[in-house]
Structures are given as C-alpha cells and as structure tokens.
C-alpha cells in the first residue's frame, strides 16, 4: 500500500487549523463514510486504503468506503454507534449518473440508520478545481482527460469548468480500442480526471501520469479538508 506524505495538519490554511481546533474541543469527529467508485467488483484502490487509515488516525474516528463498483455498503453497526450521526461525502468527480441517481438512494440508506450531513460531490469544490488549475498550470498543453458524461447537466458542467482551470476539457472512453487510439494520438502530457487508478491512469500512465490521489497537492488537499468536517 502506498504510503501518503506525512505533512503537517492544515498548516497553510491557519483558518481552517481554527476551525479545526474549534470542532475538536466541541465534540468528537462523526464518522466519516467517503462514495467512491471503485475498480470492476469491488476493489478499492491502495492509495484510497491509505487515504482512510490517514484520516482514521487524524480525525480519531472510523473512516469507510461505499463503492459503487461493490455488491452492498459497509454494515451500518460497524460504522456507527447509537445516537451518532453519519458524514457523508461523495469523492466523485464529475455529475454523472452516479452522482445524480445513485448518490440520492445511497443518503437515502444511511438515513435508515441515523441523520446523515452530506457534502457536494468533490468535483464541485471550489478548492479542488483550484487545485486543478494549479496542476494544469505545469502542462505545456493543458487538457484534462475525463470519462464521458450524459445529460443536460454534463455540458453545462464542462464549460464551466474549463472557464475556471483554463484547460479544454476532453471526453476520453475507457473501451480499449479508444484508450490505445489515444496512446498514439496524443502528442503531449495531459491530466487524467481520475481520483485513483483506473483504466485510463494504467492504460497512458507514460502521457498521463499517475492519478490524482497519487500527486501531493491533491493528497494535501483531501487530508486537510476532509481532517477538518464534522
């Protein structure tokens, strides 16, 4: 398992290390239940693994995942104890249909068992397209890779995204034939919109380079902030 960076606790942002401080000597964490997507049945990536184990140790609380790729989400009596809320927080990327359909039934779920405090799906945090931007910034070219999307929501998206990380956006399908077309095609680094491995970061990893969640910016970002909630 690939170990994350050790870096000191929300040190750049004094005023989210406040809040932090602020939270810790009210009550103790919740615990913390992060939607990813996960690999073809069930598999967690390692850097997720060790994303958790992180945060467990930081927050002093449980930290699970729900895979969308997985059979059932984790049982509810390891995760929670009586009269303990749930925080919820999708790790998604994009407004698909996982995050426009699945995501409602999965709150739905948890609620059965307690009250739930849900977060916006990653991809629409400010922070993190920020952050974005930071990385496209070191491109010579900058594109962003990502798994298409349906809707009348994913266009809408997509430009508004390109207006703020100053990259042009790029619908990449994760069919073989498509992957080892780009391979070829591809004449200059890009950045793969993938939190951890997938077919697309194992496919160009010599174009792309190594997923999100592998890179220390984006490391940093998801330990401090997700250290910092309920």
């Known amino acids: 398992m690939p170990e994350l960076r050790s870096h000191p606790a929300l040190g750049a942002k004094p005023w989210l290390a406040q809040r932090l401080s602020r939270r810790l000597a009210a009550t103790p964490a919740q615990p913390l239940l992060l939607v990813v997507h996960g690999r073809s049945g069930g598999e967690l990536p390692d850097a997720l693994q060790a994303l958790a184990a992180e945060l467990e140790q930081r927050r002093g609380a449980p930290v699970r995942f729900q895979l969308l790729t997985a059979a059932a989400p984790p049982p509810a009596d ?125 496919s160009l990893a010599a174009r792309v380079g190594p997923p999100l969640l592998e890179r220390p910016r984006f490391q940093l970002l998801l330990l401090t902030e997700l250290e910092a909630l309920p």
């Open 78 to 202: 390891q995760l929670l104890r009586p009269g303990q809320g749930l925080t919820l927080v999708p790790l998604l990327l994009l407004p698909g249909g996982h995050v426009r359909h699945d995501l409602p039934a999965i709150v739905r779920h948890w609620q059965r068992h307690t009250r739930v405090r849900r977060f916006s799906f990653l991809g629409a945090w400010p922070v993190w397209q920020r952050a974005l931007a930071a990385e496209l910034a070191l491109l010579p070219q900058p594109l962003l890779l990502h798994h298409p999307l349906e809707g009348e929501v994913a266009p809408r998206y997509c430009r508004a995204l390109e207006r703020r990380i100053g990259a042009r956006c790029l619908a990449t399908p994760y069919s073989a034939e498509h992957l080892a077309e780009l391979q070829l095609t591809l004449t200059a680094p890009a950045l793969p919109l993938a939190l951890a491995a997938n077919r697309l970061t194992d």
